[in-house]
């Protein structure tokens, strides 16, 4: 943040002359002293004669010198509060409010479509028949949501904690436009594997490709298999399923109730 305004209070005391400059930059804060003359000096900072903050300088021989520190900080039932620090949380309903690096309250809970599971975890509700579609640059994430990607990285598209070692990846490269990304593969990460379901149907596992049918093929425990429209990849003990044809990756979540998406297709 810039500066936004500052205020400067100096003094004469014996010999030595102090200036206090109290620096404002939007939600955050800095106190600087500069001291000339001999000798220690040392101010403090208090809210509800609570020690928030101290600032010395001690000048050994005649000389002058300064010292800033960072007083930002955030106020909340008359209490003060360091940036990154939690303020309050209730694992029971999955709400925290914390103080920011840039020293503001930020209060966080469980989205719209979902519910605590009453230890911190947010869960959807429901995830029958939820589907999230990436095609060319965007994104249509579950809750209907829609983004679009504009360079060229691989994102997490779907994850989720009862299952560490599942990932879904999309891979974003130009094709005929430089300015516009799409969607040029799937990865699935498994067990320290990958997946790559590519343009054309070409399924590579590692750097092994991979030949299938319309008849499923298990690998790591995926099912895979491919006709005329595309490559599917399910994982039957979460029924999740995800198509990809070259242009278009459809993931389609029927179950269980209660896991939790992560990833683009989680809140894009």
């Known amino acids: 943040n810039s500066l ?7 003094m004469q005391i014996s010999s030595s002359k102090i200036s206090l400059h109290l620096l404002n930059f939007g ?21 509800s004669d609570v020690l928030i903050n101290k600032v010395e300088v001690n000048n050994i021989v005649y000389q002058s010198q300064n010292h800033t520190i960072d007083i930002s900080g955030c106020r909340h039932s008359d209490t ?28 966080s809970g469980c989205g719209p479509l979902e519910h605590c ?23 249509i994430d579950v809750h209907g949501h829609m983004n679009s990607i504009q360079d060229r ?26 300015d ?21 149907g070409r ?16 690998v790591h425990g995926v099912q895979l298999s ?3 429209t595309g490559v599917t990849a399910e994982l039957t003990n979460l029924n999740i399923s995800v198509f990809f044809d070259g242009n278009t990756a459809q993931i389609l979540l029927e179950g269980p109730a209660g896991s939790s998406v992560e990833g683009l297709c989680g809140n894009s």
């Open 27 to 47: 939600t955050e804060a800095a106190l600087s002293l500069e001291a000339h003359g001999t000798g220690l000096v040392a101010f403090y900072t208090q809210v």
């Open 180 to 200: 516009v990304s799409f969607l040029d593969s799937v990865t699935l990460r498994v067990d320290g594997h990958d997946i790559h379901l590519e343009q054309g």
């Open 226 to 228: 491919k006709d005329q």
């Open 4 to 10: 936004r305004c500052s205020v400067q209070i100096t």
């Open 80 to 107: 003060v509060y360091k940036p990154g620090t939690v303020v309050n949380s209730d694992p029971q309903i999955c709400s925290s409010v914390t103080c920011s690096e840039t020293a503001t309250l930020q209060t």
């Open 117 to 139: 599971q009453g230890n911190g975890i947010c869960v959807l509700d429901t995830m029958l028949d939820s589907t999230c579609t990436v095609t060319g640059p965007t994104v």
């Open 203 to 218: 399924v590579q596992l590692d750097d092994s490709t991979l030949t299938l049918s319309s008849s499923p093929q298990l």
């Open 153 to 178: 990285c691989a994102y997490s598209l779907f994850s989720t904690p009862s299952l560490p070692d599942f990932l879904v990846l999309g891979n974003f490269r130009d094709r005929r436009r430089k």
